[in-house]
C-alpha cells in the first residue's frame, strides 16, 4: 500500500538534515544506521532515460530516486521501501524538495509475490528505469565485523532483486544496481539470465587501486554482448579529492556518462 494509505504509526529516532548535490536537495535520514552517501547518489546520477516512470526498490529515505526527479524534471518515480520509518521520511523528502506531485512511495517487501506488488500498484512491463541499491550485508551482519565480505547478500537473494527489476522494467527499459565488487558474479548472474547489454562500470578508490564498487546496467529484450568498462577513480592521487567527474556529480553539477 502506499504510505498515505496506511494507518500505522510509525516510530522515528533522531533524523539528521543532510544537503546533497551541492545544496539542491536537502535529505532527511537516521541519525544511525545506514545513511545515503556517494553510492546513492552514483545511482541517482547513472540512468539514463530523463522521462518516463522511474522505479526505484529498496528506495530507503529516497535519495538516489530524489536525485534522479532533480536531474531529470520530465521523470516521475515509484519508491518501494519495505521499513515504514524510512519510508515516511522519504515521504518528507519528496515534499521537503518540492517534488511529491512527481513521485509516490509505496510500503512494500520487494519480494512480495507479483500479485501482492500489483496489489500495490507496481505494474509490470511499465518502468523506463529501475534502480536498485540492495543491502550489501545479510540481515544481522555487521559491514565492519571480521570476514563479513562472505556473508553478503546471498546470490538467491539477489535473483530475487533482478527477478522483481526485471517484472516491472519496460521493454527496452535499463535496470541498474549498485553494489560491491564481490557482488559481480551473482549479480551478473542475475542479470544475465534476464537482460542484454550488460555493462559494467568499475569504480576504484584511487588509480591503482582494487574496485570497491561497482555499477551494472542491463536493457529488457536486448540481446546485445556484455561490455566491461574501464575502472574510474573516485579520488586524486594520494588524496581524499574527488576528481573533477565526480565532482560535478556529487555537486549536483553533471549526472554520470557510461
Do not use: C
Not at 15 to 44: E, Y
Not at 45 to 58: K, T
Not at 87 to 109: Q, S
Amino acid at each position: 500500500m502506499s504510505l498515505a494509505e496506511t494507518t500505522t504509526i510509525v516510530k522515528r529516532g533522531e533524523v539528521t538534515h543532510d544537503a546533497f548535490l551541492g545544496g539542491r536537495l536537502t535529505i532527511a535520514q537516521p541519525a544511525k544506521g545506514f545513511r545515503a552517501g556517494l553510492d546513492s547518489v552514483l545511482l541517482g546520477a547513472a540512468i539514463g532515460h530523463s522521462s518516463g516512470h522511474l522505479l526505484d526498490l529498496g528506495a530507503g529515505v529516497g535519495t538516489a530516486a530524489l536525485v534522479a526527479l532533480v536531474d531529470h524534471p520530465g521523470l516521475e518515480a515509484t519508491l518501494v521501501e519495505a521499513d515504514p520509518a524510512a519510508a515516511a521520511l522519504a515521504v518528507d523528502n519528496l515534499a521537503t524538495n518540492r517534488l511529491a506531485a512527481r513521485a509516490r512511495v509505496v510500503v512494500l517487501d520487494l519480494t512480495a509475490s507479483g500479485r501482492t506488488r500489483a496489489a500495490s500498484g507496481l505494474a509490470a512491463n511499465a518502468y523506463a528505469s529501475v534502480i536498485a541499491n540492495p543491502p550489501f550485508f545479510s540481515a544481522g551482519t555487521r559491514a565492519s565485523s571480521r570476514g563479513a565480505a562472505a556473508r553478503q547478500m546471498s546470490p538467491e537473494a539477489l535473483d530475487l532483486w533482478a527477478r522483481t527489476a526485471a517484472t516491472h522494467a519496460a521493454p527496452g527499459g535499463e535496470v541498474i544496481f549498485i553494489h560491491t565488487a564481490g557482488a559481480l558474479p551473482a549479480l551478473l548472474a542475475a542479470m544475465q539470465a534476464r537482460f542484454g547489454a550488460i555493462t559494467v562500470l568499475p569504480l576504484i578508490p584511487r588509480e591503482g587501486e582494487a574496485a570497491h564498487r561497482i555499477l551494472v546496467r542491463g536493457i529488457k529484450g536486448s540481446r546485445a554482448p556484455l561490455t566491461l568498462l574501464a575502472s574510474r577513480a573516485l579520488h586524486t592521487p594520494g588524496g581524499r579529492q574527488f576528481r573533477p567527474e565526480f565532482d560535478a556529480i556529487f555537486r549536483g553539477q553533471d549526472r554520470l556518462h557510461w
